[in-house]
Nanobody
Framework: QVQLVESGGGLVQAGGSLRLSCAAS????????MGWYRQAPGKQRELAAT???????YYAGSVKGRFTISRDNAKNTVYLQMNSLKPEDTAVYYC?????????????WGQGTQVTVSS
């Protein structure tokens, strides 16, 4: 099993910055993908950014150029630096870890952390 614990959410004014952290523990394989998803009220959960254990990153178009994802493999921790925040970034942000066992993908989720951007 894998446990994910997020921290760093909060309330910020538009144009401000926040940094989210997610620490993973448990049965973690060396090869995995960690990422951040977000879910705004009344909307489906959507991908924000991912990073592989090798450091390859992917960003959704809505956050590209403003958000930076990074990770510390020694600490099994992933970060999301969010700059130039907009009110539309308001959502619950969920940490995700995906790894494969016998070619079958397993997804693990954190409990979520609220990010609120005021205009």
């Amino acid at each position: 099993q894998v446990q994910l614990v997020e921290s760093g959410g909060g309330l910020v004014q538009a144009g401000g910055s926040l940094r989210l952290s997610c620490a993973a523990s448990g049965s973690i394989f060396n090869s995995n993908v960690m990422g951040w998803y977000r879910q705004a009220p009344g909307k489906q959960r959507e991908l924000a950014a991912t990073i592989t254990s090798g450091g390859a990153t992917y960003y959704a178009g809505s956050v590209k150029g403003r958000f930076t994802i990074s990770r510390d493999n020694a600490k099994n921790t992933v970060y999301l630096q969010m700059n130039s925040l907009k009110p539309e970034d308001t959502a619950v942000y969920y940490c995700n870890l995906r790894q494969h066992v016998n070619w079958v993908a397993s997804d693990y989720w954190g409990q979520g952390t609220q990010v609120t951007v005021s205009s």
